[in-house]
């Protein structure tokens, strides 16, 4: 199962309705996306002048309305519990959520979520699906809401579960990461996306420095035969390229790769 992201921009005068189903116009964008995933809808319809958070949504069926603007659709239904749509509040959001490459001259809330194209391209990031989900309010996630030190750098709070998968992962790794052995900026991973599955057993853990991370959670730095494999592009970086191929440093017990 993946989570995109749709938009329902100003061309559109009312509310997003999901009952009404969500319509694209590329086959590539329809054939991409599987009966199961997920969607967060965000709307900002003609002379509203703010963006809202409308929910999250299971992709339930395709099908296809002839003479529409968008002909291939989507059968849609709720998964969140919220009834109201939430308003966004942009400058936190620029804060809180990764950095993107795109449109400079948009914040980093636009180049996510605003953009051309944005609508149904490509899963997202885990980072981006707990910021969503905790907006929400879903308990499928185990994060507490976002904190916002005075610097404007973001900190989650997680809860129990996520807390002790974390301290076992580390002392499973002796506080190195995985693949560079630093002592430095460390987070526990899920190598079985806890969006997906909420699995914190010590056999899906590994320890990664913080910007490894990221590349394993965008897809570009994967763990096949205890090696990493980079991808094309990461490899074409030079502070990633020597990483490519390495052996992983040996946990205290197995893990599941």
């Known amino acids: 199962m993946n989570y995109f992201y749709a938009y329902h921009g100003p061309a559109n005068n009312d509310d997003f309705e999901y009952q009404k189903g969500y319509g694209v116009n590329r086959q590539s964008t329809w054939e991409r996306v599987q009966t199961g995933d997920c969607v967060f809808v965000i709307q900002n319809p003609g002379k509203q002048g703010e963006y809202k958070l ?32 939430i308003t966004l509040d942009e400058q ?10 795109g449109d400079q001259r948009l914040s980093i809330f636009k180049q996510h979520f605003c953009r051309q194209g944005a609508t149904f391209q490509a899963p997202l990031d885990e980072g981006v699906i707990v910021i969503l989900s905790d907006l929400l309010g879903s308990d499928d996630l185990d994060v507490s809401p976002v904190v916002f030190r005075e ?5 989650m709070k997680f809860r129990r579960g996520q807390e002790e998968f974390r301290n076992r992962a580390l002392t499973n790794w002796e506080n190195r990461c995985a693949i560079t052995g630093s002592t430095m900026a460390l987070e526990a991973c899920h190598i079985q996306s ?7 057993s010590l056999e899906n853990g590994i320890v990664l420095a ?24 990461a490899q074409q970086e030079p502070r990633y390229a ?16």
């Not at 936190?92 to 490459?101: C, G, Q």
């Not at 610097?151 to 900190?155: E, I, K, T």
């Not at 020597?242 to 790769?257: D, F, S, W």
């Open 54 to 85: 409308c929910g999250l949504y299971e992709i339930t069926g395709h099908y296809k309305t002839v003479g529409s603007a968008y002909p291939l659709r989507f059968t849609l239904k709720k998964v969140s519990k919220n009834d109201a749509f």
């Open 92 to 101: 936190a959001l620029n804060k809180a959520l990764p950095d993107i490459e």
């Open 151 to 155: 610097d404007g750098l973001r900190m």
């Open 194 to 200: 806890h969006a997906k599955k909420c699995d914190y």
């Open 210 to 233: 913080a910007d490894l991370h990221k590349l394993f959670d965008s897809g570009n730095l994967s763990i096949e035969n205890n090696r990493v494999i980079l991808s094309s592009v």
């Open 242 to 257: 020597g990483l490519h191929t390495q052996l992983l440093r040996t946990p205290l017990k197995p893990i599941r790769i």
